[in-house]
Structure formats: structure tokens, C-alpha cells
């Protein structure tokens, strides 16, 4: 199989600012991955990229450039920006290109995520007793596993301070005042057990990776970073989804599991051997959630983990360095590339303030995302 490298990575800062649209925010972050690989827009072969809310990612050739390269635009939830790099890795492996760009951009509106029951073939009256309201769906998930694992409030709390902490070390964060557990808890319940300060919030940014063959990285300044796997799965039968039609009982089946266990096989490398790692965190309680789905821990075991500081900058497992959604908002097509994007800054040690000690060997990243769809990647140097 031919290897894959993460030569280029470039970001624009998240937030919301109201003088860049969406696009803008794409042109930056490809310039600046362009510019991080040290190639010009003409040696691109091929490009994959999209966003939710923002347009579409083709039409940014008329600002990068009439180079005439084949650009697919791609739209998968959450999981566009994960969709957009599978592709881009599928391309170079099937010969199309051997330098090709993942791009994913998005610019959200104030307010949760609430789109029409119609838009996704439901009942009215899904959006009428509030399930297609996102907070809702996220509070009464982990009300289930807090039950199920002894998971405590102030664990959530935990999670939310670590990332407001990180994302003040973070200067392409938007939240970048820390708050402590206690003001966390404090800060105003939305959907029990969830607070205001335990979620994210939409927003805009974006990032854009460039990819090569081996065979191509010579030619490229940027340090090379191996994409070990990139794999993107949809829910099973028996699976808890927001904006899922229904509420199953018994055993749950979880998409990010499989996902998760996917990226890990194809890989060749175990759960146990990542040193850095992103999680979907829409809010604290999918941290939690996704530890656990993702391999890195039994159920329940982030209780003590947490506590213990082992997701923290410093601790056997870091998770979310980069202050993950909490910090950094929720613009849907960035997210997962930004995932990406910081896992390659630790594996290079070029994260500054938020590095990793001792220069991580192998990064992982999860996206989770309606209506139940899971991206992952394994990343090594």
C-alpha cells in the first residue's frame, strides 16, 4: 500500500469574526499549507474539501487559482473534513495525484445546531419534543453513562477546565480565558447534566492539509508526518445517534467504536501505543463518552484518569492539546482537519506552549457527528 504523508498543514484562527466569511477563512488555511509544504497552488494534483454552511469548496479555485485540477466537493457532517482527507488518501493510493490538498472550512450562525425534522426524513414531532435540539440529545447520552459508570458532574467540569487551559495556550483558539471546575458547574445548566461552559459553540475557521506520496516529499520542505490510516464509518443498527429517528434500549452499538477500531487495524497499531490524541468534544460529556468508544479506556475508568491528570498536557494520555471544540468552537467542516492539524504540530514539536513533553511518536484524532457518523485517523513520524 503506498504511504501517505501530511507534508503541509495550515489553519485559520476559530472564532467568529465578522469581517471574514467562510471562504476567506479556506483561502488563508490552504495558503498557509501551502506555504508550510513549500510548493506553489499549480503542483496540486487533485483536491477534496467542503463545509456545511459555507459553500461550496470547489469555487475557491477562483481565488487559489485556474489550475484546472479536479476539486470534489465533499459533505458529510462532522465528518466532512475527515470524508474530505479519506479521499484525498484514496486518490493518492489510486494514482490520481501524487500531491493533493483536504480542505474544510465552515461560518455558524449564534445558537445550537437545530435543523428541521423534514431535513432528515422524521416526524415532526422529533422536533417538537426538542430531540432535534443538540443539547438535548448530548445531556440525556451521558445522563445514561454517568448512570451506567459512575461518571460524576464534577468529572465533566474537569474536562471543560482542561480545555479552556489549553485553549489559553492556543493562540488559533477562540476561548481563551480559563475557568475553573467550580465555575464550570456554576455556570448555568442548559440540559442536566450539562452546563453552559461544558459546550462547545458553532463558529467559523478552517484548515487545509496537503498530502504526497513518498515519492513526492522530496520535493516538499515541510517535515513530513506518516498518515498511518484515515477510515469514516456510519452508524449500526442498535446505535444512539443525535438526530437518529430512535431510542434503542439494551446494548448500544457505537459508530466511533467502530470507527475507532478501524483506523487502529488498519494501522497496525494499538490503542495503547497513542501518545497524543484528539476527541470529539462537542461537549464534556463526548470527551468522556469517547474515550472509553475509541479504545483508549475501559468504561468508567475516566473518573480516576481525569482526576489524576492523565488527559492533561503533561499526563500519560493528552487529550484535546489544543483546547479541542470547547476551546475552539464548532465550525463542522473544520473540525476534524483541525484535529488533525494540531496532532501534527506535536508530532513535529512544533507546538509550542501546548507541546507534548518528550515529542509524542504516534497521534490519534475522532470526529463524532449527526446522524451518526465517526472519521478517525492514526498519525506517526
Given at each position: 500500500m503506498?504511504d ?11 472564532g467568529?469574526?465578522?469581517?471574514m ?12 499549507a ?15 474539501g ?6 461550496l ?6 481565488q487559489?487559482g ?7 466537493n ?8 475527515g470524508?474530505a482527507?479519506?479521499?484525498?488518501v484514496?486518490?493518492?493510493?489510486a ?9 474544510g472550512?465552515?461560518k455558524?450562525?449564534?445558537g445550537?445546531?437545530d435543523?428541521?425534522p ?16 443538540t443539547?438535548?440529545?448530548?445531556g ?10 459512575g461518571?460524576?458532574?464534577?468529572t465533566?467540569?474537569?474536562?471543560a477546565?482542561?480545555?479552556y487551559r ?20 456554576a ?5 442536566d447534566?450539562?452546563t453552559?461552559?461544558m459546550?462547545?459553540?458553532p463558529?467559523?475557521?478552517a484548515?487545509a492539509?496537503v ?5 513526492a516529499?522530496?520535493?516538499l ?9 484515515a ?5 449500526r443498527?442498535?446505535s ?11 446494548e448500544?452499538?457505537s459508530?466511533?467504536r467502530?470507527?475507532?477500531t ?6 497496525g ?25 475509541c ?10 484518569l481525569i ?6 498536557i ?6 484535546n ?7 475552539n468552537?464548532?465550525p463542522?467542516g ?13 508530532l ?12 509524542p511518536?504516534?497521534?490519534f ?6 446522524p451518526g457518523?465517526s472519521?478517525c ?5
Open positions: 503506498t501517505v504523508l501530511i507534508a503541509g498543514a495550515g489553519i485559520s484562527p476559530f467568529r469574526t465578522e469581517h466569511t467562510g471562504r476567506q477563512h479556506a483561502v488563508h488555511a490552504v495558503n498557509a501551502l506555504a508550510d509544504a513549500g510548493i506553489p497552488w499549480s503542483r496540486v494534483g487533485a483536491a477534496f467542503g463545509s456545511d454552511a459555507a459553500g469548496a470547489d469555487t475557491l479555485v477562483a487559489l485556474l489550475t484546472g485540477l479536479p476539486f470534489v465533499v459533505k458529510n457532517g462532522c465528518a466532512t473534513g470524508s482527507l479519506v479521499s484525498a484514496n486518490a493518492i493510493r494514482g490520481m495525484a501524487d500531491v493533493v490538498l483536504a480542505v472550512f465552515d455558524h450562525p449564534r445550537a445546531f435543523p428541521l423534514a431535513d432528515w426524513g422524521l416526524d415532526d414531532a422529533y422536533g417538537r419534543d426538542g430531540l432535534m435540539v443539547t438535548q440529545f448530548f440525556m447520552k451521558i445522563r445514561r453513562y454517568m448512570h451506567d459508570h461518571i460524576t458532574p464534577r465533566l467540569a474537569l474536562v477546565e482542561k480545555a489549553n485553549g489559553a495556550r492556543n493562540p488559533n483558539a477562540w476561548r481563551r480565558t480559563p475557568f475553573s471546575a467550580d465555575e464550570i458547574l455556570s448555568g445548566m442548559v440540559n447534566p450539562l453552559r461552559y459546550f462547545c459553540s463558529g467559523e475557521g484548515t492539509l498530502l504526497c506520496a513518498a515519492s516529499a522530496k520535493e520542505t515541510g517535515v513530513p508526518v506518516t498518515l498511518r490510516s477510515v469514516v464509518r456510519s452508524r443498527f442498535g444512539f445517534e443525535v438526530f437518529s429517528p430512535w431510542v434503542p434500549g439494551g448500544l452499538t459508530v466511533s467502530d470507527a475507532a478501524a483506523a487502529f487495524e488498519a494501522a497499531v494499538g490503542p495503547g501505543e497513542v501518545d497524543v490524541c484528539q476527541l470529539q468534544d462537542t461537549e464534556s460529556g463526548a470527551e468522556v463518552m469517547h474515550m472509553a468508544e479504545g483508549l479506556c475501559e468504561d468508567g475508568e475516566q473518573e480516576k482526576a489524576a491528570g492523565a488527559t492533561e503533561g499526563g500519560s494520555l493528552p487529550v492539546t489544543d483546547g479541542g471544540c470547547i476551546a468552537g464548532e463542522i473544520a473540525s476534524g482537519l483541525r484535529q488533525v492539524h494540531e496532532v501534527v504540530q506535536q513535529r514539536g512544533q507546538a509550542g506552549d501546548r507541546q507534548v513533553p518528550g515529542r511518536r504516534v497521534g484524532t475522532h470526529v463524532y457527528g449527526a457518523v472519521a485517523t492514526v498519525l506517526s513520524r
